[in-house]
């Protein structure tokens, strides 16, 4: 019931790109994202609530796929402050549990 | 506004001592959530209460773990007696219900309590 991302980690250069995907085995009413940096406090990033919807945060920006039950986060053009762990969060809707993915360590170096 | 409050951020106890962590959620949210987090595990839901009423607390490990919410403003976590398997990082978060629907507000997170039991 946890969904899984993928990659589990990346490292990047400044300036490049990275996608995360996140994958559940349940049909979902929405996805999360948020950035936890070491030993600080996950960060909302977007929400998404429905299928094929984009939204855009800063150079960040996601995709939510309803009937793949996918979600993939877009990072573009990569700074060192996105550094950090993130995590899609997957609700299924009303009754179920809201379920955080296993992770994807992003490290960007100069 | 204050975000949501924590305490003790740090915490190192024997095993067999109980354990108390504290919240309090952002003034106003409905819904107010207890996780653990670990290496191995990740991010893990506890409980989560609404309105101050538990609502799913099918994350709870075990009966040595009880959560608390007696009112809007404040809420517990207690581990009795605690085990060196506890040792995590516990965070509360809060949340507004939007709209009448379910929960899809985004969730604060406190800083953290970090447990460890020796």
């Known amino acids: 019931q946890q969904p899984v991302q993928s990659p589990q980690a990346v490292i990047l250069r400044e300036g490049e790109d990275a996608v995360i995907n996140c994958s559940s085995s349940?049909?979902?009413?929405?996805v999360h994202w948020y950035r936890q940096k070491h030993g600080e406090a996950p960060v909302f990033l977007m929400i998404l609530l429905k299928g094929g919807e984009q939204k855009g945060h800063e150079k960040i920006s996601a995709s939510f796929n309803e009937k793949k039950q996918q979600s993939s986060l877009y990072l573009t053009a990569s700074q060192l402050s996105y550094s950090g762990t993130y995590f899609c969060g997957t609700d299924p809707g009303p009754g179920n549990q809201f379920y955080f993915g296993t992770g994807t360590s992003l490290t960007v170096i100069p | 506004d204050a975000g949501v409050i924590q305490s003790p951020r740090h915490e190192v106890t024997e095993m067999g001592q109980e354990v108390t962590l504290r919240c309090k959620p952002i003034?106003?949210?409905?819904?107010l959530f207890w996780y653990r987090q670990t290496m191995m595990r990740g991010l893990e839901l506890l409980i989560y209460?609404?309105?101050?009423?538990?609502?799913?607390d099918s994350g709870m490990p075990e009966d040595r773990f009880s959560a608390k919410m007696p009112n809007a403003s404040f809420s517990t976590l207690k581990i009795q007696p605690s085990e060196p398997r506890d040792s995590a990082v516990y965070f509360c978060?809060?949340?507004?219900?939007?709209?009448?629907?379910?929960?899809?507000?985004?969730?604060?997170f406190g800083e953290g309590s970090r447990l460890t039991v020796l």
């Open positions: 003034s106003g949210h409905d819904y």
């Open positions: 349940k049909a979902l009413y929405s």
């Open positions: 209460f609404n309105n101050n009423v538990p609502i799913d």
């Open positions: 978060a809060s949340s507004l219900l939007a709209g009448g629907q379910r929960n899809t507000g985004e969730l604060f």
